[in-house]
């Protein structure tokens, strides 16, 4: 995916930095841990109400990040993301990419991921339910490309081997000073309130130029009175006819 130039982007400098569905600093909203030493492009402000997070994009996928956890930097990085890191599933009867990393529920299956699958990208990972008594509780969260179609999701890690080694991005760019994504500046303000007042304008001018206009108008066509002999106002009025210089009278 092409980077823009005017991209910001921010540095995970330290571990258990991790990537949320949801603007919620909540172990239930996490998806991934971000490696150490790579970047996350941010996108915005996220709409929380506590204004903790940056709305924030890694690989192919969007999501949130806090505000405290990352170091927005300047300029765009060559390698901001860990790409390329692959692993496979080893498990014969194949394994079930989940939607949450839990293996309880039947609801949370997505798919089942064929034995020595390989086709799987690796993005970090997740604590979750230890499947396996004495084991860990690491869950892989990963893309798995069948075909023409990919699905997310997370895989158990006992059943998964031959992960990619993940180096550490080591490219070093200067810190951002100052504050992202700032609010309108109080001249941007003024400039609206000016743009509006103009419109207000534009409209008062047009319309005190249409009402003597219509007065003329109302004036040429309002029907007039005759004028008797003895000099006083007939009642009658005349009405022009069309496409005739003759007048009639109503009856």
Do not use: H
């Amino acid at each position: 995916m092409a980077l823009a130039q005017n991209s910001v982007f921010a540095r995970i400098e330290k571990p258990n930095v991790f990537f949320f569905n949801s603007p919620v600093d909540d172990a239930g909203y996490r998806v991934f841990e971000i490696p150490q030493s790579y970047f996350v492009e941010l996108l915005g402000k996220a709409e929380d109400a506590e204004d903790l997070f940056y709305s924030a994009r890694y690989l192919d996928v969007c999501g949130y990040v806090k505000k405290a956890d990352v170091t927005p930097v300047q300029g765009v990085p060559q390698n901001p993301f860990a790409s390329g890191i692959s692993f496979r599933v080893f498990s014969l009867s194949g394994l079930d990419l989940k939607s949450t990393p839990s293996g309880d529920s039947p609801f949370n299956r997505i798919i089942n991921v064929p034995y020595l699958c390989s086709d799987l990208i690796f993005y970090g990972t997740c604590p979750g339910q230890e499947l396996i008594p004495d084991k860990n509780n690491l869950w892989y969260y990963c893309k798995y490309i069948n075909g023409d179609s990919s699905y997310f999701g997370f895989l158990y890690s006992e059943f998964c081997d031959k992960l990619s080694p993940i180096i550490p991005n080591t490219e070093i760019l200067p810190v951002f000073e100052g504050e992202l994504f700032a609010k309108p500046t109080i001249n941007q303000t003024n400039q609206s309130t000016n743009s509006a007042i103009s419109n207000e304008l534009k409209i008062f001018v047009i319309v005190a130029i249409s009402l003597p206009c219509i007065f003329i108008v109302y004036l040429l066509f309002k029907p007039t009175k005759l004028v008797a002999d003895d000099g006083k106002k007939s009642n009658k009025k005349i009405r022009r006819l069309k496409r005739s210089e003759f007048y009639e009278l109503d009856d």
